[in-house]
T-cell receptor, first 113, second 113 residues
Framework: DAGVIQSPRHEVTEMGQEVTLRCKPI?????LFWYRQTMMRGLELLIY????????DSGMPEDRFSAKMPNASFSTLKIQPSEPRDSAVYFC???????????FGPGTRLLVL | SQKIEQNSEALNIQEGKTATLTCNYT??????LQWYRQDPGRGPVFLLL?????KEKRKERLKVTFDTTLKQSLFHITASQPADSATYLC????????????FGTGTLLAVQP
């Protein structure tokens, strides 16, 4: 089992640019979660999907953020346009069914200059 | 609003001693609490889950307690080793939902040889 895969691992971009983060959940997991982690606010849930359908996006900070899950093995989180305050580590996690345990990917460290 | 809090100060202990980390919650009654370990540059890794009707859970050198009167969970690592040095995150279900997790900001544990 390869675990949750995220790409890129590091991203440096300039303010105003579009950023796309990618996630491949563990095969067979039907829940997918996107989190953002900063020193000040810790780990915050942005959005989660069940069976590829967005269920709760109340944590998405602004309209500049969007997420999609076109199929069971791929999800993207897009920031357009990016701002310096978006700098953080973004994690994707997946889960099987009603089990409470989430499996996290290695994260994408985003720096917006 | 719901809050889950951990001691933000680092915990330094000597190898072989028992490390005890605290997680407090306010303004809600979680159905369960989880503990995760996070190493630098990596995603959180699930360690233990304890439900509201359980007082204590053990796994090898790890022990978690759940005190609904004190609104607190304690996480113990017995016979600590330098390899246990990491940040430990506490999490619970968010409100009445069981699909969403709310995380504490974590406590950094440093075990000195």
């Amino acid at each position: 089992d390869a675990g949750v895969i995220q790409s890129p691992r590091h991203e440096v971009t300039e303010m105003g640019q579009e950023v796309t983060l990618r996630c491949k959940p563990i095969s067979g997991h039907d829940y997918l979660f996107w989190y953002r982690q900063t020193m000040m606010r810790g780990l915050e849930l942005l959005i989660y999907f069940n069976n590829n359908v967005p269920i709760d996006d109340s944590g998405m900070p602004e309209d500049r953020f969007s997420a999609k899950m076109p199929n069971a093995s791929f999800s993207t989180l897009k920031i357009q346009p990016s701002e310096p305050r978006d700098s953080a580590v973004y994690f994707c996690a997946s889960r099987r069914g009603f089990g409470e345990t989430q499996y996290f990917g290695p994260g994408t460290r985003l720096l917006v200059l | 609003s719901q809050k889950i809090e951990q001691n933000s100060e680092a915990l330094n202990i000597q190898e072989g001693k028992t490390a005890t980390l605290t997680c407090n919650y306010t303004n809600y009654s979680p159905a369960y609490l989880q503990w995760y370990r996070q190493d630098p540059g990596r995603g959180p890794v699930f360690l233990l889950l304890i439900r509201e009707n359980e007082k204590e859970k053990r796994k090898e050198r790890l022990k978690v307690t759940f005190d609904t009167t004190l609104k607190q969970s304690l996480f113990h690592i017995t016979a600590s080793q330098p390899a246990d040095s990491a940040t430990y995150l506490c999490a619970s279900n968010y409100g009445g939902a069981t699909n969403k997790l709310i995380f504490g900001t974590g406590t950094l544990l440093a075990v000195q040889p």
